[in-house]
């Protein structure tokens, strides 16, 4: 079966600007979440999605914002963008109990800002 | 804070020997415990987990033993293979309440290169 999938795998952007990555999710999983992985802070959670409502959210400002649409596809957005926010942004999904089955992710968004 | 530790950025371990993975987590509420292995470019691999009722869980040539009182967990692999090489990260996942949600908070990860 198809894994999940992000788009772009790359994509530079200047200070300043906005970005919108894009994640389809394993068919049939309902829950979404992305998170940031930087060298020295590792990987952090942003927010995870469910059935088009947001669950939960990481410490991250409020220029990090994502959605969800009917067919379980999530997009995040960052808007503003500064230098520290060039980093792999994954995403990962799941089927409920996620953390007994395990959440399956994609191969990431490098973001880089210039 | 950093709440899930793995102290040691990376080992090296000879071909067929055991390789012992090492993570330390300093929150009570953690409930499930996570291995992925990652490969440069690609996203984390989920590899195996723990429940917080259990002390021990295997699947194939990994196990994870985990240890509540010391809140500390290992994963071994044996025999290790060329192939296992990656950086592997532990993760713990705590329920939000009432919300249904978990998420996961991760080491920063440990390196390992298996020496054929």
């Known amino acids: 079966k198809a894994g999940v999938t992000q788009t772009p795998r790359y994509l530079i952007k200047t200070r300043g600007q906005q970005v919108t990555l894009s994640c389809s999710p394993i068919?049939?999983?309902?829950?979404v979440s992305w998170y940031q992985q930087t060298p020295g802070q590792g990987l952090q959670f942003l927010f995870e999605?469910?059935?088009?409502?947001?669950?939960n959210k990481g410490n991250f400002p409020g220029r990090f914002s994502g959605r969800q649409f009917s067919n379980s596809r999530s997009e995040m957005n960052v808007s503003t963008l500064e230098l520290g926010d060039s980093a792999l942004y994954l995403c990962?999904?799941?089927?409920?109990?996620?953390?007994?089955?395990?959440?399956?992710f994609g191969s990431g968004t490098r973001l880089t800002v210039v | 804070d950093q709440q899930v530790k793995q102290n040691s950025p990376s080992l090296s371990v000879q071909e067929g020997r055991i390789s012992i993975l090492n993570c330390d987590y300093t929150?009570?509420?953690?409930?499930?415990f996570l291995w992925y292995k990652k490969y440069p470019a690609e996203g984390p691999t989920f590899l195996i987990s723990i429940s917080s009722i259990k002390d021990k869980n295997e699947d194939g040539r990994f196990t994870v033993f985990l240890n509540k009182s010391a809140k500390h967990l290992s994963l071994h692999i044996v025999p290790s293979q060329p192939g296992d090489s990656a950086v592997y990260f532990c993760a713990a996942s705590a329920a939000l309440s009432g919300a249904g949600s978990y998420q996961l908070t991760f080491g920063k990860g440990t390196k390992l290169s298996v020496i054929p």
């Open positions: 068919s049939g999983h309902r829950s």
């Open positions: 999605y469910f059935s088009e409502t947001q669950r």
């Open positions: 990962a999904s799941s089927r409920d109990r996620g953390q007994y089955y395990g959440y399956t």
């Open positions: 929150n009570s509420m953690f409930d499930y």
